[in-house]
């Protein structure tokens, strides 16, 4: 990677592994950017990121660590409570239990059925709220509740951030050798932050009914790098193009480790160590993506590749390749409806829980894989027509 300009930062705290704060971090990028392109260094220590490192149109950056694992970039402990009983529409006050984290003036996300979506036509799983005053066992609201509330509903931070958010028309960003901490702990409740509290989130402009409505990020670059503890995914790509993902270690994601999600293109992911994760690699309206030489280690799932949106065209020309799935508690791959003409070759699959291969859509090449030890079958041909061998 080359750079017009380079911006290499360091600080005193490389000596004492001092944290850094966040305004400082992102004061830095931030320069770098406007720069034109540049480098910037992270020195070890446990840097707290409390609002989120954004890289909108960025061209030609690094964000690198001199040791991955002593460079460690961390989320604090999530916000979250668990609603005691049922709360009627109306209420202006939520009685809660187990809360962490609020305060007043923070958007509530809900999880319980809200407003009409129109694009899926069926009650989005949340409703907002805006909190006016916390108490040990109550949350004061701004404005009467629109939709009832089911006891032990959860209820978080609509606005939880991102460890390193990237935006825009970015192109050439490399982010290298740092441990990524979402913050999880032991004990915090089952939370699937899916664009939230993911380790890295990029973005380009599109919708469900359009598709890309702007340019996609493009060649993001993340290498060498520990992920860790997210509650959302521990990479997440949206309209990204071009992008690699390699020599990771990702473990212990409550959602995706890596999520290849609508209309990403001719990404991807290879040498990637991943374990325990709800589910390894997933690939929704992607296309001529690759996965390849990876290890997953006791996944819900290793690799889900499934359809939401409903251009034509979408989920093809994806390759599976040459990864080893170890003890997965589910499907060790599974290809979804509406998908077609995706490779899925050479892959080693041992003592999965359900089936080492589950295949939907149309015109599969599944081939030369060995699958032994499955809890169901080795493979199953859900629906239509595939070129399979053993």
């Known amino acids: 990677m080359k750079f017009s300009t380079l911006l290499v930062l360091f600080f005193t705290a490389l000596q004492s592994a001092q944290a850094l704060p966040e305004a400082e971090l992102q004061r830095f990028i931030d320069e770098a950017i406007k720069a034109g392109g540049g480098e910037v260094v992270i020195p070890p220590g446990v840097h707290l990121i409390e609002r989120g490192l954004m890289v909108k149109n960025a061209k030609k950056l690094r964000i690198i660590g001199l040791d991955a694992e002593e460079t460690v970039l961390k989320l604090p402990p999530v916000a979250y409570a668990l609603a005691t009983g049922t709360t009627a529409a109306g209420a202006t006050t939520i009685p809660v239990k187990s809360q962490r984290g609020f305060?007043?003036?923070m958007r509530l996300k809900i999880e319980a059925?809200?407003?009409?979506?129109?694009f899926t036509k069926k009650p989005k799983p949340y409703h907002l709220a805006i909190v006016k005053a916390i108490n040990q066992d109550a949350i004061q609201l701004e404005a009467p509740l629109k939709f009832p509330i089911p006891a032990d509903t959860l209820i978080r931070h609509e606005d939880a951030p991102n460890l390193i958010e990237i935006?825009?028309?970015?192109?050439?960003?490399?982010?290298?050798?740092?441990t990524l901490d979402g913050g999880r702990v032991e004990n915090d409740p089952p939370i699937r932050g899916h664009a939230q509290l993911c380790a890295v989130f990029a973005s380009g402009t599109y919708s469900y009914e359009k598709g890309p409505t702007g340019p996609p990020v493009k060649k993001l670059s993340i290498s060498r790098c520990f992920i860790q503890n997210c509650h959302g995914r521990g990479i997440a790509l949206y309209s990204v193009e071009a992008a690699e993902i390699d020599d990771c270690t990702i473990r212990d994601t409550a959602d995706e480790a890596?999520?290849?999600d609508h209309f990403t293109t001719k990404s991807i992911a290879?040498?990637?160590?991943?374990?325990?994760?709800?589910?390894?690699?997933?690939?929704?309206?992607?296309?001529?993506c690759l996965v390849a030489g990876n290890e997953f280690r006791e996944c819900a799932t290793g690799i889900n590749l499934w359809r939401w949106c409903k251009q034509p065209g979408l989920n093809e020309g994806n390759l599976i390749v040459q990864n080893v799935f170890l003890r997965t508690l589910g499907n060790a791959i599974q290809i979804a409806t509406a998908t077609k003409g995706n490779t899925i070759a050479q892959n080693e699959i041992t003592n999965s829980g359900k089936n080492g291969i589950i295949i939907s859509g149309e015109s599969q090449i599944v081939k030369a894989n060995k699958i032994t030890g499955s809890g169901m079958k080795g493979i199953v041909i859900q629906e239509g027509k595939h070129d399979v061998s053993e």
């Open 103 to 105: 305060k007043p003036g």
């Open 113 to 118: 059925d809200g407003e009409l979506d129109s």
């Open 167 to 178: 935006r825009g028309a970015s192109e050439e960003v490399l982010i290298e050798k740092l």
């Open 258 to 260: 890596i999520d290849f």
């Open 270 to 288: 290879t040498h990637n160590h991943i374990a325990r994760c709800h589910i390894g690699v997933e690939l929704n309206d992607a296309n001529d």
